[in-house]
């Protein structure tokens, strides 16, 4: 594996290419999450992605591809409050966390070793904005939230069904997919409003990405 310093470089210069700028201590954050993860990968697989180079491009890359979308939806709200659906092993939810540290984060996750792992991370990251809860969606209740977020967790009528009560009066849903989904988008309920599809590029990533946007 690239040394330290090196995946930190890179990581940044990669996220330029996306408009996203992080300082030097997020890119240091941002390693420090690949190597966690690389090292709970192996005792209790996280994710299929296991070499260095692809959780960089598949995973924070691909993450922070929504950065610029979840600042234009915030507005000017100092501490908007997100919910990353299914979040897996922290993704998006850790990656944004780190770019986002005015944004307030809670993540969500049914299976135990994987809520085990995203809170480690945010100890070891140093992630106060974070709040990790081991729960199923639909049992969730409290404060709502401006932005729902899902990373290819299931059809857009499902996320958005599942996660109604949840959302905030004027708040969003951002659903990230690979190529658009047209038959999905065809298939919401009548009370969800697609907003807009926007084509995503991931630096070195030859898979297409898309994310699509909408209201209640």
Not at 28 to 52: M, S
Not at 169 to 177: D, E, L, Q, S, Y
Request: glycine content about 6%; aromatic content about 4%; charged content about 20%.
């Amino acid at each position: 594996m690239p040394s330290t310093q090196q995946v930190a470089d890179r990581v940044g210069a990669l996220a330029r290419q996306m408009q996203v700028e992080l300082t030097a201590s997020q890119c240091g954050v941002l390693e420090q999450f690949v190597r966690l993860l690389l090292r709970w990968n192996k005792v209790h697989n996280l994710t299929a992605i296991t070499r260095d180079e692809d959780i960089v491009t598949h995973h924070l890359l691909d993450s922070l591809s929504v950065v610029g979308e979840m600042r234009a939806l915030a507005g000017g709200q100092a501490h908007p409050r997100v919910l990353d659906v299914g979040s897996g092993a922290g993704l998006p939810g850790l990656v944004l966390a780190v770019a986002l540290p005015q944004f307030r984060f809670t993540l969500n996750e049914a299976v135990s070793k994987k809520c085990a792992f995203m809170t480690q991370a945010k100890l070891e990251l140093g992630l106060a904005n974070v709040e990790v809860v081991h729960r199923r969606v639909e049992q969730l209740h409290g404060p709502r939230f401006d932005i729902i977020v899902a990373r290819a967790l299931a059809t857009l009528a499902c996320f958005t069904t599942l996660t109604r009560h949840l959302l905030a009066p004027g708040g969003h849903w951002i659903a990230m997919k690979g190529a658009e989904p047209a038959q999905e988008l065809a298939q919401l309920p009548p009370n969800v409003t697609a907003l807009r599809t926007v084509t995503l590029r991931v630096p070195l990533l030859d898979e297409a990405r898309s994310l699509v946007v909408l209201s209640a």
